[in-house]
């Protein structure tokens, strides 16, 4: 079975100022791993994606994610934020060929001005 | 643009009653699933179906149930709403088979049981 965890639950930072927002996972097996952004009162859109190959990942909105199987971690990176960032983002994993998707408990990133 | 339906984005109910929510796919997508989001817990399965009538418990199944009686629509029903199930309900879609295997979500219906 694969699990999440976001390790920071609320993260603050100044406008455009980097961000990284952590997620590890645990698995038995390979996994495919995924960022999702959710906008106040929305859904979740995808950000990014990573099934294989290069472990950089470069997603929409200037977001990027780099996997780390040694550290079995998959954290998400913007260099520069702006207030439109401003949302709830979650990891999340799933075994190839699984149906489900196992999520993280989220991560609110908030952006002062 | 691909599309998940939730029927309804804001609800309001009182306990006892049964609810139903309602969820439809533009797209010819196996798999779908019910999702409830609280403040610090994330996203937790509720159930979830991988064709039609076919369906399977998730993390949280006590007091739901589901129904997908043709693939484009899966229902979520609470049988007897209590005040512990006000959350965000979030519906999804997903095709496991392919390169474009992301879940796609719905809008998200709150509902609040008073």
């Known amino acids: 079975a694969q699990s999440v965890t976001q390790l920071d639950s609320q993260v603050p930072v100044f406008e455009e100022a980097p961000v990284e927002l952590r997620c590890n996972y645990s698995?038995?097996?390979?996994?495919?791993l995924f960022w999702y952004v959710q906008y106040p009162n929305q859904g979740l859109q995808l950000l990014l994606k990573?099934?294989?190959?290069?472990?950089l990942v470069k997603g929409i909105n200037g977001f990027e994610a780099e996997f780390n199987k040694s550290q079995t971690s998959f954290h998400l990176r913007k260099p520069s934020v702006h207030i439109s960032d401003t949302a709830e983002y979650f990891c999340?994993?799933?075994?190839?060929?699984?149906?489900?998707?196992?999520f993280g408990q989220g991560t609110r990133l908030t952006i002062n001005p | 643009d691909v599309k998940v339906t939730q029927s309804s984005r804001y609800l309001v109910k009182r306990t006892g009653e049964k609810v139903f929510l309602e969820c439809v796919q533009d797209?010819?997508?196996?798999?779908m699933f019910w999702y409830r989001q609280d403040p610090g817990l994330g996203l937790r399965l509720i159930y979830f179906?991988?064709?039609?009538?076919?369906?399977e418990k998730g993390d949280i199944p006590e007091g739901y149930s589901v129904s997908r009686e043709k693939k484009e629509r899966f229902s979520l029903i609470l049988e007897s709403a209590s005040t512990n199930q006000t959350s965000m309900y979030l519906c999804?879609?997903?095709?496991?088979?392919?390169?474009?295997?992301?879940?796609?979500f719905g809008q998200g219906t709150r509902l609040t049981v008073v």
């Open positions: 999340a994993v799933s075994a190839p060929g699984a149906q489900k998707l196992v």
């Open positions: 698995s038995s097996v390979s996994v495919y």
């Open positions: 990573y099934l294989s190959g290069s472990t």
């Open positions: 797209m010819d997508h196996e798999n």
């Open positions: 179906s991988y064709d039609v009538k076919m369906k």
């Open positions: 999804a879609r997903r095709r496991t088979l392919s390169r474009t295997t992301e879940a796609f």
